[in-house]
């Protein structure tokens, strides 16, 4: 079982920069992919960005390419969003997601139904 928490969300100008953390439970952080996702109001909640356990690669879906950057700390058992020159199209709640089937596996999924454990979600609301 993994418990994910995320926060770091709230509201902030357009061209401003937050950042989101996501703390999980276990022992077992370090051995798999992690990834972000986001749901506006209305809308299917879609893919952000994805890392793999030892960070050595990472994916990010085309609208954050250049804005936003995943990274993790595994000592932490924590992974982050840093999200930059921020977009009131970027508003949405922001889940976290661990994808513990692949462990120490290098694939990325983009998929949400390919995640395992997900996180309650934190509020970004960006101003125009």
């Known amino acids: 079982q993994v418990q994910l928490v995320e926060s770091g969300g709230g509201l902030v100008q357009g061209g401003g920069s937050l950042r989101l953390s996501c703390e999980a439970s276990g022992r077992t952080f370090s051995r798999y992919p992690m990834g972000w996702f986001r749901q506006a109001p209305g809308k299917e909640r879609e893919f952000v960005a994805a890392i793999t356990w030892n960070s050595d690669t990472t994916s990010y879906a085309d609208s954050v390419k250049g804005r936003f950057t995943i990274s993790r700390n595994n000592a932490k058992n924590t992974v982050y969003l840093q999200m930059n020159s921020l977009k009131p199209e970027d508003t949405a709640v922001y889940y976290c997601?661990?994808?513990?089937?692949?462990?120490?596996?290098?694939?990325?999924?983009?998929?949400?139904?390919?995640?395992?454990?997900w996180g309650q979600g934190t509020q970004v609301t960006v101003s125009s």
């Open positions: 997601a661990a994808d513990v089937a692949r462990r120490f596996k290098y694939e990325l999924r983009v998929a949400p139904g390919e995640y395992d454990y």
